[in-house]
Nanobody, 130 residues
Framework: QVQLVESGGGLAQSGGSLRLSCVAS????????MNWIRRPPGKELEWVSG????????YYADSVQGRFTISRDNAKNTLYLQMDGLKPEDTGLYYC???????????????????????WGQGTQVTVSS
């Protein structure tokens, strides 16, 4: 059974930092691209960042480019999101999500979120105060 468990969220001041972690189990972690997706309060789901199976390729939404860094440790089955220069608009519930197919990446995963991801964590709340 696939499980994704996020942690590391919390309250930060504008300009501060947080590091999110997502521990995966129940599947061969290094066979799958992974993404971070967030839901701002009262808004739709929003793709944030993604990485391929070995972490050498990374992708970012324009809104977080240059501030957030995604990484993965396949030996620990863990996905990370280092968030620096936080802004109030980064507030939201952050999910890690597993791409549905092994060894697959498509830019469509950034928009067709439900179709491209078959497993989601429970989310970790990030709140940034101004």
């Amino acid at each position: 059974q696939v499980q994704l468990v996020e942690s590391g969220g919390g309250l930060a001041q504008s300009g501060g930092s947080l590091r999110l972690s997502c521990v995966a189990s129940g599947f061969t972690f290094d066979d799958y691209a992974m993404n971070w997706i967030r839901r701002p309060p009262g808004k739709e789901l929003e793709w944030v960042s993604g990485t391929g199976t070995d972490g050498s390729t990374t992708y970012y939404a324009d809104s977080v480019q240059g501030r957030f860094t995604i990484s993965r440790d396949n030996a620990k089955n863990t996905l990370y999101l280092q968030m620096d220069g936080l802004k109030p608009e980064d507030t939201g519930l952050y999910y890690c999500a597993k791409v549905r197919w092994p060894h697959h990446w498509s830019s469509a995963a950034q928009t067709n979120l439900q179709h491209y991801h078959d497993s989601w964590g429970q989310g970790t709340q990030v709140t940034v105060s101004s």
